[in-house]
C-alpha cells in the first residue's frame, strides 16, 4: 500500500510561485510513476505532469512554468510552480501508478491542496 499526502498550497497572486510537496509512504512507492492533477471548482480533473524515472510529460497549459521532480530516499515528490495564472487556481492531487496522463491508470491518491491565484 501507498499513502500520499500533499502539503504546499495557499494562497499566491499571479505571477508568484508555489512548491508543492507530496510525501509517500510504503516501500514499493519508488517503483510507481508519479503524477499531479488539478480540478478546478466545477470542471473535470484534468492532468498537469507525470514521471516515470527519467521520462517526464507536461500538459501544454503549464509547459515551461512547472516541473515535477521526485526525491524516492526521502518517498517525496515535488511540483514547482512559477508564473502562475488565476486559471492555475485548482485542488492539485499527487498519484501514484503507471505512466500515463489518465487519472486512471493512478492506483495512490492524496487527498488534494487547495492552490489559489489571485489577480
Known amino acids: 500500500q501507498v499513502q500520499l499526502v500533499e502539503s504546499g498550497g495557499g494562497l499566491v497572486q499571479a505571477g508568484g510561485s508555489l512548491r508543492l510537496t507530496c510525501a509517500a509512504s510504503?516501500?514499493?512507492?519508488?517503483?510507481?510513476?508519479v503524477g499531479w492533477f488539478r480540478q478546478a471548482p466545477g470542471k473535470e480533473r484534468e492532468f498537469v505532469v507525470a514521471?516515470?524515472?527519467?521520462?517526464?510529460y507536461v500538459a501544454d497549459s503549464v509547459k515551461g512554468r512547472f516541473t515535477i521532480s521526485r526525491d524516492n530516499a526521502k518517498n517525496t515528490v515535488y511540483l514547482q510552480m512559477n508564473s502562475l495564472k488565476t486559471e492555475d487556481t485548482a485542488i492539485y492531487y499527487c498519484?501514484?501508478?503507471?505512466?500515463?496522463?489518465?487519472?486512471?491508470?493512478?492506483?495512490?491518491w492524496g487527498q488534494g491542496t487547495q492552490v489559489t491565484v489571485s489577480s
Open positions: 498519484a501514484a501508478g503507471q505512466y500515463s496522463v489518465s487519472a486512471s491508470w493512478y492506483k495512490y
Open positions: 510504503g516501500r514499493t512507492f519508488s517503483s510507481f510513476a
Open positions: 514521471l516515470d524515472w527519467s521520462a517526464v
